[in-house]
């Protein structure tokens, strides 16, 4: 649903509420007023979101992304920080169920671009980002999204993993047969 859609049903359930004290009918305007407060709560918070975290916290990656699937229009369903959050998701849902790195570094990209609130969500944004960096074989990339990461978790949630991405960093050499793209293979020379 347009989130400009929720706020004129909130502004006509208060006016009816006001048309219905007016009335002297008070138990059925404070009734309306009280299903006024949903659709505002629903502009901040969307509902589809809302629902995908929940699947997202019990680990059902195929709910949480069909959840995800119902968001048609981000960008006039959402506002920004949820648009965040939305691309955060998303990228979660790809890594897991796809193994696509490519799509799901495109995912954490935009959610950091849009914003998170939360200083662990970065963390994991930028974690996620750096294996993604690691797997295509570039490791200055990956080392500055560890050293971000490193920089939000604030609280500790990530050490482990941010110590084991730095050792596998360590053995982390590339050499031109290892990489991805076969035109870089030659680094330049041409045959």
């Not at 502004?11 to 059925?28: D, H, I, M, N, S």
């Not at 589809?48 to 916290?57: H, K, S």
């Not at 993604?132 to 939000?152: H, L, Q, S, T, Y």
Request: proline share 2%; glycine share 6%; aromatic share 12%.
């Amino acid at each position: 649903m347009n989130k400009y859609l929720k706020l004129v049903i909130a502004a006509l359930l208060v006016a009816l509420a006001v048309f219905l004290f007016t009335q002297r009918e008070y138990g059925w305007g404070i009734v309306s007023l009280l299903l006024a407060a949903f659709p505002v709560l629903f502009y901040f918070r969307n509902e589809n979101i809302l629902l995908a975290f929940w699947f997202l916290r019990k680990e059902d990656m195929v709910k949480a992304g069909r959840w995800l699937d119902r968001v048609t229009n981000p960008t006039t369903q959402l506002i920004p920080k949820q648009m965040g959050y939305f691309h955060y998701m998303k990228g979660i849902v790809t890594a897991q169920d796809n193994n696509n790195l490519g799509q799901s570094e495109k995912y954490m990209k935009d959610a950091l671009q849009y914003g998170l609130s939360f200083d662990h969500d970065r963390a994991m944004a930028n974690l996620s980002l750096a294996g993604a960096a690691m797997a295509k074989g570039k490791k200055r990339e990956a080392e500055v999204f560890i050293k971000e990461a490193k920089k939000n978790d604030v609280k500790g949630m990530f050490t482990d993993q941010i110590k084991m991405m730095n050792d596998q960093m360590k053995r982390f050499s590339v050499s031109t047969s290892q990489l991805q793209n076969p035109n870089m293979r030659h680094r330049g020379k041409k045959f």
